[in-house]
């Protein structure tokens, strides 16, 4: 961390100070080049940082040690297997950020948040966050902070004299260093900052074969590029006043995403994607924003101990910490640390989990309960299932599924190491859900993505994405979203919840994904995440237009909030799925095979009971019964006609027969067209006695019963098998 970044609390930030809106990172003293010049990939910026650089204090590459604001770099054991990995690689650990603490320092540049409607959304996040908690009314404020969540007893309890002592010092110092910035950055700010209404030259008079303006400083000066770079968003902040005359904003857009290349050493292609994203200064703030990891955070396993007994024990450790902010019951955000977070006593013994502060944040949209069915469908290393396994008091069952068995294992072992005993563990595809089984109360789908709002932790992203993946992820989000959907039982008495979410920022893999969800499945619909904080996502970008509703998803980004770029939509299933809907795996493969479950167009498996076949039932079981099946439908067909008021006996028998699978349509088009409470009841009344129906019927298997309410629910599907049966076929492993 250079000296002056100031040590700044995750979560909504403190309000702007205006004073501040001129300052450019662009003047921070030296000590600060070498921390940017650490993530740089660029020729330009290694050259830089060999000519400007002091020799680096403490490299964080490895994670390994912790320090605060100008602080010599304490030693700090290597990081602890990953507890938290919100990145399809497994390269982008939760914990890498034990490196520096370290902030932004965005606020100057922050106009993201100018226009943020959570600013005043929750006054008492803002009287907790940002850096000047730690004043001389600290532990007022400290005890507010932590009252919130434990016993009043609780939060009557002091914080130990050291800690409080370490954290003053800490504070005192950071605020001398922080003065001393601002006023050094002001000044120079003043000083470099083109004189009034003079327009700053930012283009080059030459340009390449295609009209660009042909860049000189790249591989010339850094600091220069970086001026470059302030000026350009100045323009592009007041083009009227600012541009050149005769200049375009498409010329200076393009001057800008090439400076952001070769500045920060991003593809162009990813740099023009997240560009798109943000007006320029924010752009900016965003791309700077990913150069410093984001603060430490630790959660409290509520399973085995408070977050107040934790911290006094972290305290007693020699460690530096505070609650991560009022949103948070459980995160504590570690300052500083003697002593290696992943193999203290209290870490081994499951009292806390290293964990992105951001990660939080879907569980608390999904708000499990207690004595639910809970489907974790992408849940290694686990870092989310066990937090929901916190929130369900270990009671209910949460399915804990992931389709990589490595990361699986380590899954295991932070369900072992936790505490948690209402898991099971499963290694399927994902996408072979709800087949596997179905009828969850909520699923969480914390989607594997392409990982840009984790760049921070992993800087390879700048570079190794391409077109292909924001087509093939989008493509398998898509698919699980609507895997998620047809595996949550909207009879659900207290759920029927379904959570998205990615640590991405882009719109294919988020707005997109929930837009092409809400298209195919219209039994569901957006919720309010209840998150007190986080953007509202996109209804309308780059000439995408997207369902109003998509203003109740939620965008947190680095610059904003200083937590990791994430994603959370939160839907809501309030019906079936209709019989003739997109069936998911529909034209999909997984992981290069084709699923077995492309088999079946019609068949979109949505059924709200649990199949209680299991392998060896499905591989004994011989084929269908006609006879016996003609008994059933007979039966299912008068319970229906009872109950529509029908005398079943005044219909002919071969009649009946033939009208199953119009009755089963017609029951389905009916469930489908309901909505609300109300007509929740009915659909569950009709179901149940579907369902007695079956189990009263004498001499049909498990598996048959299953097969059975299957097919008196879709009727489509009943055509094809009854075909196949026709056709000689025995029941494929696919059905
Ligand atoms: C973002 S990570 C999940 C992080 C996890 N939720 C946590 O909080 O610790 C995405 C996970 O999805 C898994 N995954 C990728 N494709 C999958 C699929 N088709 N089915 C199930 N899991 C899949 C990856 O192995 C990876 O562990």
Redesign the pocket.
Known sequence: MGQGRRMKKQGPPEPLDESLVTRKRKDAPPAAVPERTKRSRTDAREKAAAKAAPPKKGAAANGAKTRVNGKPAKKFAPPPPS??????SDSAD?IDGLGDVNVTGLDALGSASEDDEDLDMDDDDFADSGSDVMDSDTEVKRNVMWSDDEDEEDAEEKLTAANIEGLSRKLDMQRAVEEAEAAAELEEANLQTNIAGERPKVLEDEEDEEGRPISKLVTQDIQLLRTRLNDTVRVLDDFKNLAEEGRSRAEYRAQMLKDICAYYGYSEFLADKLLNLFPAREAFAFFEANETPRPIVIRTNTLRTHRRELAQSLINRGVQLEPVGKWSKVGLQIFESQVPLGATPEYLAGHYIL?AAS?FL?VMALAPQENERVL??????????T?IAALMKNTGCIFA????KD??KG?IG?IHRLGVKNSIVCN?????FPRVMGGFDRV?L????SGTGVIAKDASVKTNKTEADFMKLPH?QKQ?ILAAIDSVDHHSKTGGYIVYS??SVTIEENEQVIQYALNKRPNVKLVEAGLTFGKEGFTKIGGKIFHPSMKMTRRYYPHTYNVDGFFVAKLKKTGPTPANAVGVNEASS??GKKSSSTVVNTEVVDKAPIRDEDEDEESTFGGFDDEEDQKYMERAQAKTMRRKGKDPKAVAPKAQSNGVAKEAKEASAEETSLNGVESTEKVSSKKEKKQKAVQEAPNVSEAKVTKATGTSKKGVEVESKAARRKSGGKKSKAQ
Request: glycine letters at 6%.
């Open positions: 507890d938290d990995d919100d990145v399809l939760g964990q990660s879907p974790d469908m992408t849940a290694a290393p686990g870092g989310k299932t937090h599924n992931d389709a990589n990361r699986a899954l932070n399927y595809s994902a996408l072979e969480l914390d989607a594997p993505c398998l699980l990615t640590c997984n992981n």
